[in-house]
């Protein structure tokens, strides 16, 4: 019988799929949460490993000691959605945080996660390159995840940071747009870590070390950059030995 | 242990500082409990009088379908409205979802049989000679009614407790049509519910304690108003 | 004043309860004006037929006529103001007591002023001024029923009902209370009681229907004119 290994991650869509189409000769249990709650969850020892995308928070865990064999695996993109109408006018704009700035001035509807998550971290990180600080009205925090953001942002018809892959699974659903992209500041790289065996000596190390293992290996790399959703594919795999 | 000791102190600091976040939270909650019940109570109260007073052949089965309306889970109410007043529904032109007006309809539209249901007993209770009375001394019908109305006062008030108090703790339609945001939708049942699982106890903490403070605080009234009567 | 020679005319009154028979009355006829008693056992209709001589009760069948107006049911709302009704266990509004007697004047519209007269007299005719302003619900008994009386005869509407008025009524105050029917059917108010207190009985020398299960039995020729009538 073999154990269930769960690990907390910032899941866009279909990560998921592919660890589990992985793990077919053990259990894995993947919870879906923001990279902070998943580093939380990590420190309280509730997990074995994570996946997350907020490379501050990622380097001060590593310092802390809480966890060890942190690899870059894979990476996308943010974009900045809207309207069509687009009243901030920042369609085609090269400079993420021109954008933002544009959109708070214009005191436009944007839709926040405000849950901690990588994708917040990295919205907040525009905010104050882009020179203010949002505030409500306009700026509206939900605290839950990306699913319930883009609802939102499309029922508003309101601005937006998504990742791509999300966005992209949504398909058609949405009446949104892609209004910003390929700004340096807007990549987003995926991390993997397993807790540090010293301070948890029951987690499944040896099998945490496996899962990150394969998703460096030429095998998982390639499984990674095939999969899509809607024909569109979602990550790109970036150790070395994978495609850029 | 020690970890649920600090987030206590944590709650109690959040409390008793009126930390903004929390007071505009806890603000938002009576916000819609209070205008969603008074609201139900216009609808209700006056339907409860009409059903108490009225013979007619299918009475028995508007009673039924009251009750059943009682029995609804607030999470099919809310997706009821959802569907009502999202961007493709028919009164999507209105933009009502994820605002406090969507979040005070979906909850009047819960508590509204309630009121009506608990109105109709509470003018039911009341002796019938009152009736009698008032029409003998010359009142007309519609009068009368008011005259009975009057005399269930306390039971009526205890209505509008138990429809509030159904109300301020639910979290299916404020989390469905209010959409939990911060400072504009964000109550102390879709924090609690959406703090709690990242993890952050003492803000769900602080609620909780708040919104029993709340359910104490209705109970006394209610004993208060039975004893009066 | 009624301006009909009767104030009730009742033909073929049935009425039933739960597949018992309540009343069984023929013919009845109420001269305007008079005065009239019901006697007999307890469960042998008084109250029964008071409710529906006060257009309360709606009766299975047979017609009833007030002052020469047929009763038509729940519409009889006009013809209801004719005749105010004591009830046995009577029931005191959650008000003060000067808002009890108020009640049925401002029911039917009769301006301020008036109001505080006709109340402000009946209140010192029934002993009632040191209490006016008290909470009715916390009188005694006797306060309570001096109240109730004084609710009804205040409005001084053509025809009063009354069933059990003295009841609870303290010794003291039957007098008080008696001296009210007077002046009532000094003014040719229809009144009829049911009764057993032989006071009212001697005051008012009423004609006596005597009730037993649903029927009058026992109607003596006595018109019920009372002694001291215009």
């Known amino acids: 019988m073999v154990p269930s290994s769960p690990i907390a991650g910032d899941n866009p869509i279909g990560l998921a799929a592919v660890i589990e189409g992985r793990a077919a000769d053990h259990t894995v249990d993947v919870i879906a949460v923001g990279s902070g709650q998943a580093l939380k969850l990590a420190i309280n020892g509730d997990v074995d490993m994570v996946i997350v995308h907020d490379p501050a928070a990622e380097k001060q865990f590593l310092e802390d000691g809480w966890g060890i064999n942190h690899k870059t695996f894979m990476m996308n993109d943010f974009v900045i959605l809207g309207p069509q109408s687009d009243p901030a006018r920042i369609k085609g704009m090269k400079s993420a945080a021109q954008a933002f700035s544009s959109i708070q001035k214009t005191n436009s509807l944007f839709i926040s996660r405000g849950d901690d998550s990588g994708t917040h971290k990295r919205e907040l990180d525009l905010w104050q390159k882009a020179g203010g600080k949002p505030a409500p009205p306009w700026h509206m925090e939900i605290g839950q995840g990306m699913g319930a953001v883009l609802t939102m942002a499309n029922e508003k018809q309101a601005y937006t940071i998504c990742d791509r892959a999300t966005y992209r699974s949504r398909g058609g659903q949405l009446n949104l747009k892609v209004l910003v992209e390929g700004d340096p500041d807007l990549l987003n790289y995926y991390s993997a870590m397993q807790v540090n065996p010293t301070r948890f000596p029951s987690a499944k190390n040896i099998l945490s070390g496996q899962m990150i293992g394969w998703l460096c290996s030429p095998e998982g790399q390639k499984r990674i950059g095939a999969y899509a959703v809607n024909g569109h594919r979602l990550f790109n795999p970036t150790c070395e030995g994978g495609k850029k | 242990m020690s970890d649920l000791r600090q987030a206590f102190a944590e709650a109690l600091r959040l409390i008793f500082s009126a930390d903004s976040d929390f007071t505009a939270i806890v603000f938002a909650s009576l916000q819609f409990s209070i205008s969603s019940t008074i609201l139900a109570a216009a609808l209700g ?64 539209l819960l508590i509204a049989p309630l009121v009506a249901s608990l109105s109709c007993s509470a003018i039911a209770a009341v002796d019938p000679v009152v009736r009698q009375t008032a029409l003998t001394l010359g009142a007309a019908r519609f009068r009368a009614a008011r005259t009975v109305a009057a005399e269930a006062r306390a039971a009526l008030l205890i209505v509008c407790l138990t429809a509030f108090g159904r109300v301020v703790g639910e979290i299916g339609i404020s989390l469905l049509l209010g959409g939990n945001i911060l400072g504009y939708t964000r109550t102390i049942t879709t924090a609690i519910s959406l703090q709690t699982s990242r993890g952050e106890f003492a803000l769900g903490l602080a609620l909780g304690l708040v919104l029993l403070f709340i359910a104490f605080g209705i109970n006394l009234g209610m004993r208060l108003l039975r004893t009066k009567s | 004043m009624s301006d009909t020679a009767f104030a009730y005319e009742v033909r073929s009154l049935i009425h039933s309860y739960n597949g018992g028979i309540a009343l069984d009355i023929p013919s009845l006829d109420i001269q305007s004006g008079a005065v009239c008693a019901l006697t007999g056992p307890n469960g042998c209709g008084k109250t029964t037929l008071l409710s529906i001589l006060a257009l309360l009760l709606k009766p299975v069948s047979g017609s009833v006529r007030l002052q020469g107006i047929e009763s038509a049911g729940s519409h009889d709302y006009h013809l209801r103001r004719k005749a105010t009704l004591v009830h046995q266990k009577p029931v005191l509004f959650s008000a003060t007591v000067r808002n009890n007697i108020e009640y049925g004047l ?63 009524l303290d010794a003291a105050s039957r007098p008080l209370f008696y001296n009210l029917l007077r002046e009532a059917t000094a003014r040719g108010t229809t009144i009829i009681t049911a009764t057993h207190d032989t006071g009212i009985l001697a005051a008012l020398n009423p004609r006596i229907l005597r009730m037993d299960k649903g029927k009058i039995v026992h109607a003596p020729g006595s018109t019920g004119v009372p002694p001291n009538a215009a």
Request: no cysteine; proline share 6%; aromatic share 6%.
């Open chain 2, 45 to 108: 109260i006056p339907a409860g009088i009409a059903l108490a007073n009225a013979r007619f052949p299918f009475k028995r089965f508007v009673e039924d379908v009251l009750n059943t309306l009682l029995a609804v889970p607030t999470v099919v109410v809310g997706l009821f409205v959802y569907t009502l007043i999202f961007s493709q529904g028919p009164l999507g032109r209105l933009h009502l979802l994820f605002t406090p007006t969507g979040v005070v309809l979906g909850q009047t």
């Open chain 3, 106 to 168: 401002k029911a039917v519209g009769i301006p301020a002023k008036e109001i505080r007269n006709r109340v402000d007299r009946i209140l010192g005719k029934a002993n009632l001024g040191e209490i006016a302003e008290k909470q009715a619900r916390k009188l005694s008994g006797g306060e309570a029923q001096r109240v109730v009386l004084a609710r009804g005869l205040v409005l001084e509407t053509p025809i009063v009902l009354l069933d059990e008025p003295t009841n609870s």
